[in-house]
């Protein structure tokens, strides 16, 4: 039986699914300090020049998120989801080595502590930045108790996005109303 073409195409990210795929672009922000840089590099190397020519296309995709202070009504389309998934997913091959530093049990409270700190510091300095702090999900994300389980999921999603498959396994998770 033949496959319809609506079938395949991929579907298009929820409100949910956008504020995710947001904040894991700003999670690559804190963990790299040229993470913006290497937004647009990254796309450049992939070629995604048509979708995102300059920078400010690529930071008016993410303005899609309801979270952010200055936000654009719609939805995105679904090859601009994705292709901002893969560089997602590139740029989280690259950070792989800092997300199991973060995530490694194995090592010191101490220094894990120390690592969690300075990433909490740098993403609450990003996120008071760019994202609405009357929305309740950014008060969650910058407090110090409730938002660490936050922080720690987006954290085990970039990791979860890295490597071979990484592409499918998180469009899968931010297209899930669930997670």
Same mark, same amino acid.
């Given at each position: 039986?033949?496959?319809?073409? +609506?079938?395949?195409?991929? +579907? ?9 795929? #947001? /904040?894991?672009? /700003? ?23 048509? !979708? ?50 973060? !995530?490694?049990? +194995? ?9 969690? +700190? ?24 910058? #407090? ?25 396994? !998180?469009?899968?998770?931010?297209? #899930?109303?669930?997670?």
């Amino acid at each position: 039986m033949p496959v319809s073409s +609506a079938a395949s195409a991929p +579907a298009r990210l929820t409100r949910r699914g956008l504020e995710r795929l #947001d /904040l894991l672009l /700003l999670c690559v922000e804190a963990l790299d300090l040229n993470g913006g840089e290497a937004m647009v590099w990254m796309s450049e190397q992939m070629g995604f020049t048509g !979708l995102f020519p300059n920078r400010v296309e690529l930071w008016k995709r993410r303005c899609y998120n309801p979270l952010r202070r200055t936000t654009r009504r719609g939805a995105l389309d679904p090859a601009e989801t994705d292709a901002l998934i893969r560089i997602l997913c590139a740029l989280a091959d690259r950070l792989y080595p800092m997300l199991r530093a973060l !995530l490694a049990t +194995a090592e010191p409270e101490e220094i894990r502590l120390q690592r969690w +700190a300075l990433f909490q510091s740098r993403l609450s300095e990003l996120a008071r930045e760019r994202m609405n702090p009357r929305r309740v999900g950014v008060q969650t994300l910058l #407090d110090p108790e409730r938002g660490a389980p936050l922080r720690r999921q987006l954290v085990q999603a970039l990791a979860f996005g890295s490597g071979t498959g990484g592409f499918e396994r !998180l469009r899968a998770s931010l297209c #899930d109303p669930a997670v």
